[in-house]
């Protein structure tokens, strides 16, 4: 019987009375041969469990080394020592699983490096790091599904396999049944889909959104929330292949609607997680505090994690159009002394240092930029009148550029027609979709957050790798 047994963090939170109970866990460390730190992943507090000196024989205490997996019944009691409150005086200690010393590849002693964790992701989940980590990934789902059904959305479940590109932005990975080698071919040398499983070219979704704004215009309101697939070949420390984003789209909702949404949203999840996993962020924020200790000082930032966090609760996030944001870079010290790799004019799609400068140096908040060219957003997003613009919103923050794309949705299907031939998008595949603007079409808009992005913001984690469970990034598929 498993079941019996309550759970470290639970247990931390008892009043001691000499109850017995029952716990499980792995060994951080063993003292004195005394004193064994136990931990099963509810928590970064372990338990101190207490085996009294000569009760247990030489070879049961040799196999409590880091790593192994114990069953401890004993007593609860208050604790003794400092650090904590209760211990676990230790009736029975039951080894389930040992763990060679020598060739555990996780020697918590020496600090592992985020790098060489990457390495052994398998094994990362043991560390406190990765527990406050991946603790805080559920409350943000949670929270999201949260957020949406208080506010009356439907979760769709979009496909993951489709023969849409949805950005596009040609990024996508096929998905293929027909053999490599012989490959049947039509007559023009090129690949005949037709024999394929589907029938025809199909690949990983890059979003959602398409088949997202068919349920909005029937069900006003549905949010998204699954795995997107990008082939981009950009190995940075923002950019997964595999990545999960939230996708909402409303009907009858234009671009302020969607802007205060995404604000609404993101508020929403950092409240959660301050109202439910403030153990971790204080964590986490310490590991930060450390490591910005490393940097030189102009590039630490002025505020720690939970201050950053409060900051964002209790500040509106900055509007201003591409326009603005042009003119504010252009008239930028960074730009006058040609501090920026990339060029900026009218016109250009914000690089990662254009948009940091925006955020963390020029408003120092997170930024919603608006009315980007058209040349360089998707053909979905709604026409403005001067003829150059859409109307799309990206939401920019502090540390890692953009969290969010959007848009209110092009729903005037001959101004929808005429844009995707101008950008060779196939239209008579597209039937489906342009049937929303056919038959009672309305204005409607929505955005995608990008959820390891969000990760990144609220854990202080700068690479993405690190807060995603199994990182795939280009040449790494590891586990
Ligand atoms: O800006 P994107 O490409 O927008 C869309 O996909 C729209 N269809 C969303 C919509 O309007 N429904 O992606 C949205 C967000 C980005 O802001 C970013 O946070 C994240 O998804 N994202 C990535 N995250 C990790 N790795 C990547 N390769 C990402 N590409 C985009
Ligand atoms: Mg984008």
Redesign the pocket.
């Known amino acids: 019987m498993f079941n019996t047994r309550v759970k470290v963090a639970a247990l931390l939170a008892t009043t001691p009375d000499n109850q017995e109970v029952t716990v499980m866990g792995w060994v951080r460390s063993f003292r004195n041969n005394q004193f064994i730190a136990l931990n099963d992943g509810s928590t970064n507090n372990n338990l101190q469990v207490v085996a009294e000196l000569g009760a247990y024989d030489e070879d049961l205490l040799k196999k409590i080394t880091p790593g192994a997996s114990l069953k401890v019944t004993g007593r609860l009691i208050a604790s003794l020592g400092k650090g904590q409150a209760v211990e676990v005086k230790a009736a029975t200690i039951e080894i389930l699983g040992e763990c060679n010393p020598d060739t555990y590849p996780l020697q918590l002693k020496n600090r592992p490096s985020l790098e060489y964790l990457r390495e052994i992701a398998h094994l990362r989940f043991r560390t406190n790091t990765f527990g406050a980590i991946f603790r805080v990934r559920h409350a943000l789902a949670f929270a999201t599904h949260q957020f949406f059904n208080e506010k009356g959305f439907l979760y769709l479940h979009t496909p993951i396999i489709t023969a849409s590109d949805?950005?596009g932005a040609g990024e996508m990975f096929r998905v293929s049944t027909l053999p490599f080698d012989h490959t049947p071919r039509k007559e023009d040398g090129t690949i005949d889909f037709s024999e394929d499983f589907f029938g025809r070219a199909s690949n990983l979704t890059?979003?959602g959104?398409l088949e997202?704004e068919l349920g909005a215009t029937a069900l006003s309101e549905i949010y998204t929330f699954g795995p997107?697939f990008?082939a981009?070949n950009?190995n940075t420390a923002?950019?997964?292949?595999e990545?999960w984003?939230i996708?909402p789209?409303m009907a009858f909702c234009d671009l302020e609607d969607n802007m205060n949404l995404a604000e609404a949203f993101i508020r929403y999840l950092i409240q959660y997680v301050m109202d439910h996993n403030r153990e971790d962020l204080e964590f986490l924020a310490q590991r930060l505090a450390e490591e910005e200790k490393q940097r030189p000082q102009a590039e630490r930032s002025e505020l720690g994690l939970i201050e950053k966090l409060e900051f964002v609760l209790t500040n509106q996030f900055q509007r201003i159009t591409y326009t603005q944001a042009i003119d504010i870079l252009l008239e930028s010290p960074a730009y006058k002394k040609k501090k920026f790799q990339y060029e900026v004019k009218w016109g250009i799609d914000l690089q990662s240092e254009h948009e940091r400068y925006l955020v963390e140096k020029h408003f120092k908040k997170p930024v919603i930029v608006t009315g980007y060219p058209k040349d360089i957003k998707?053909f979905y997003m709604r026409q403005n009148d001067d003829g150059k613009t859409v109307a799309a919103m990206?939401i920019l923050v502090p540390g890692i550029g953009?969290?969010?794309?959007?848009?209110q949705r092009e729903e005037r299907l001959d101004r929808l027609q005429a844009r995707m031939q101008e950008m060779h998008i196939p239209v008579e595949e597209m039937w489906w979709y342009l049937d929303t603007r056919r038959f009672g079409t309305v204005p409607h808009a929505?955005?995608?957050?990008?959820f390891?992005?969000m990760m990144l913001f609220v854990t202080g984690m700068t690479n993405?790798r690190d807060v995603i469970a199994f990182p795939r990034t280009p040449k790494s598929a590891e586990f």
């Open positions: 949805a950005e890059v979003s959104q997202g997107t990008r981009e950009s923002r950019h997964l292949a990545f984003m996708e789209e998707a990206d953009e969290i969010v794309g959007g848009s929505g955005f995608g957050l990008g390891e992005r993405i």
